[in-house]
């Protein structure tokens, strides 16, 4: 098992940055792919980005794509998402999840998910 959990949320500026955090305990961190989605109200769960046990593989989302940046620290079993030139449009609870298979957009196939942190952007 694998225990998550989220920081960095608030609320900013459009335009502004935030960085989150996400601390794992549990089992060898560096073997799990670590992902983070978002949930706006009203909307279905969406991929952000995610990053392969090692940090050498990542994906993100089209409409992150040279905003956000995933990375993860092993030795603190910590992954961060930097989220620059933050949009209205970006508004939504955060999560951080993490698989034992591959690096995949589908949701679904995270078993390990955290709390949620809110992030709201203000235009």
């Known amino acids: 098992q694998v225990q998550l959990v989220e920081s960095g949320g608030g609320l900013v500026q459009a335009g502004g940055s935030l960085r989150l955090s996400c601390a794992a305990s549990?089992?060898?961190?560096?073997?799990?792919?670590m992902g983070w989605f978002r949930q706006a109200p009203g909307k279905e769960r969406e991929f952000v980005t995610a990053?392969?046990?090692?940090?050498?593989?990542?994906v993100y989302a089209d409409s992150v794509k040279g905003r956000f940046t995933i990375s993860r620290d092993n030795d603190k079993n910590t992954v961060y998402l930097q989220m620059n030139s933050l949009k209205p449009e970006d508004t939504a609870v955060y999560y951080c999840?993490?698989?034992?298979?591959?690096?995949?957009?589908?949701?679904?196939?995270?078993?390990?998910w955290g709390q949620g942190t809110q992030v709201t952007v203000s235009s």
């Open positions: 990053i392969s046990g090692s940090g050498s593989t990542t």
């Open positions: 549990g089992r060898t961190f560096s073997s799990v792919v």
């Open positions: 999840a993490g698989n034992p298979y591959t690096v995949v957009q589908n949701p679904r196939l995270y078993i390990y």
